[in-house]
């Protein structure tokens, strides 16, 4: 899965896109704590990155 098709999905979740910096993509959530961070580059994200980032989005 690549990092736009994901960004996609939490957006859709209530995940708002606070900053960007380099070649990473920082969220937030109004209601869920803590924060995301997504690398932003056009290959598809590895595994273990991509059950990362959705068990800490609580997607997992």
Do not use: C, F, V
């Not at 969220?27 to 803590?34: I, Q």
Request: avoid cysteine; glycine fraction near 8%.
């Amino acid at each position: 899965m690549k990092p736009k098709e994901i960004l996609k999905i939490l957006t859709k979740e209530g995940w708002e896109i606070k900053s960007q910096r380099g070649s990473h993509i920082y969220l937030a959530h109004k209601t869920k704590p803590g924060k995301l961070t997504i690398p932003n580059h056009n290959k598809d994200l590895k595994p273990g990155t991509l059950n990362s980032i959705l068990k800490q989005a609580g997607l997992k």
